[in-house]
């Protein structure tokens, strides 16, 4: 530990870098815990249809306004909804930009692209838990 400023100055302590390891560690050790009591009872389906929700939402907020989703976002849920509503694989999937087998229509699976990135990074401030459950799913 060293200090980088004068005493009295508020922040005047400085991490190396062993000490950032452990608390990023302890970190994920605990959003693990809590994606586990928060989403246990959710089946795979359910949990991805409730992200693919909150995306669309978070990308009509931010690019339509309003707190209702317009029609062209509501269309692409329910398509989304429907897709995974009809997923071959089931509760075995993996994320849907990993699988063999794409069952969006070329012009769906481009919007639900744009949508996922604009929406991925703000999801870890909107819905951290699911963001976290995401990173560590398979």
Sequence with gaps: VASTQGPGH?????FGPERSVTVLSLW?????????IVMQDMSRIEWEKRTVRHMIELWC?????????CEECQT??????????HCRFGEKK?????????C??????????????????????YHPLEALRYMISR
Excluded at 104 to 124: D, F, L, N, T, W
């Design 61 to 69: 907020r931010g690019k339509h306004g309003g707190n209702t989703l």
């Design 10 to 14: 508020r922040c005047n302590v400085q």
């Design 28 to 36: 994920l050790l605990c959003a693990k815990f809590a994606w586990f």
């Design 76 to 85: 692409l849920l329910d398509y989304s909804l429907a897709r995974l509503e």
């Design 104 to 125: 969006y229509k070329p012009e769906m699976r481009a919007r639900i692209r744009e949508v996922m990135r604009y929406s991925g990074p703000r999801m870890i401030l």
């Design 94 to 102: 993996t994320k849907c930009h990993k699988c063999a087998v794409h």
